[in-house]
C-alpha cells in the first residue's frame, strides 16, 4: 500500500514494530508500538513539523490471533490484541486528527475485518477488536465533520499475508467458504477502496464500512 500511494506522489510515513525492507525515496519509516501513545504522539507531531501536513490516515496495524475464548488468558491474547487494534487506532486517530483540523480536511482510514461478521469460533478477541473500530470510526466521523475530516472503514475479506498462511489451509479453506465472493482479495482491489475514500470527489462519504467479499 505504502508503494501504491509513492507511485501517486505522496510522501508516505509509515510504522511497524520492526524495520522496513522498503528502501524507496519518499518513504519514511519509525520504529514504533502503536500503542503506545507518547510514542504515537511524538511520531505524528515529528512528521506534522517535517512535511506540515498529514492528508491521508491508513490506520492498518494489528494482531490477528486465534485462540478459543476457554483457553485464551488475558495477557497473552485479549490485552496485546486490544492494545495494538482498538488502543492502537484510537492514538493514531486522535494525533493525527489534531494536526488535519488545523488545515480544515483530511482522510482517516481504518481498517475492519470480515471476522466481524462471521463470526467464527477462535476470533472472540480479534472479532471483538475490529468491531470495536468500526463504532469508533463512526463516532469519530461525526465528532471530525464540522472540520472537514472524514473517516472512513475499510473491512477486506481474506487477504494473503504470513499471518493467514500460518493459519494453514483447511482453516483458510473454511473461511473462504463462507464468503460470498469465495476467494481472496488482492493488494489492488484494497488500494481501488482506498482511492476512492481518499478522492477529493469523496468528501461527502464518512461513517461508512466497506465490506469487500462479503455480503454482510
Known amino acids: 500500500?505504502?508503494?501504491?500511494?509513492?507511485?501517486?506522489?505522496?510522501?508516505?510515513?509509515?510504522?511497524?514494530?520492526?524495520?522496513?525492507?522498503?528502501?524507496?525515496?519518499?518513504?519514511?519509516?519509525?520504529?514504533?508500538?502503536?500503542?503506545?501513545?507518547?510514542?504515537?504522539?511524538?511520531?505524528?507531531?515529528?512528521?506534522?513539523?517535517?512535511?506540515?501536513?498529514?492528508?491521508?490516515?491508513?490506520?492498518?496495524?494489528g494482531l490477528a490471533p486465534a485462540a478459543l475464548l476457554m483457553t485464551m488468558t488475558g495477557a497473552d491474547v485479549l490485552e496485546p490484541v486490544l492494545r495494538a487494534n482498538v488502543a492502537g487506532t484510537?492514538?493514531?486517530?486522535?494525533?493525527v486528527a489534531r494536526t488535519m483540523m488545523s488545515r480544515g480536511s483530511g482522510r482517516i482510514i481504518t481498517v475492519s475485518s470480515m471476522a466481524v461478521g462471521l463470526h467464527e469460533?477462535?476470533?472472540?478477541?480479534?472479532?471483538?477488536?475490529?468491531?470495536?473500530?468500526?463504532?469508533?470510526t463512526k463516532i469519530l466521523a461525526k465528532e471530525l465533520a464540522p472540520a472537514g475530516i472524514t473517516c472512513n472503514v475499510l473491512a477486506p475479506s481474506m487477504y494473503e499475508t504470513d499471518a493467514v498462511a500460518a493459519l494453514g489451509e483447511p482453516v483458510k479453506a473454511k473461511a473462504l467458504e463462507k464468503l460470498t465472493i469465495k476467494r481472496p482479495?488482492?493488494?489492488?482491489?484494497?488500494?481501488?477502496?482506498?482511492?476512492?475514500?481518499?478522492?477529493?470527489?469523496?468528501?461527502?462519504?464518512?461513517?461508512?464500512?466497506?465490506?469487500?467479499?462479503?455480503?454482510?
Open 1 to 61: 500500500m505504502a508503494e501504491f500511494f509513492l507511485a501517486r506522489g505522496y510522501v508516505v510515513c509509515g510504522c511497524a514494530r520492526s524495520e522496513s525492507s522498503l528502501a524507496t525515496p519518499g518513504y519514511e519509516h519509525t520504529v514504533l508500538d502503536v500503542g503506545d501513545a507518547e510514542k504515537v504522539r511524538a511520531w505524528v507531531r515529528g512528521a506534522f513539523r517535517k512535511h506540515g501536513r498529514i492528508d491521508v490516515a491508513i490506520c492498518n496495524a
Open 90 to 95: 484510537y492514538h493514531v486517530c486522535r494525533e
Open 121 to 136: 469460533e477462535g476470533t472472540s478477541a480479534y472479532a471483538a477488536s475490529k468491531s470495536a473500530i468500526v463504532e469508533m
Open 185 to 216: 482479495v488482492t493488494l489492488e482491489e484494497i488500494c481501488n477502496v482506498v482511492s476512492f475514500f481518499v478522492a477529493p470527489e469523496s468528501g461527502c462519504i464518512t461513517g461508512q464500512v466497506v465490506h469487500m467479499g462479503l455480503v454482510t
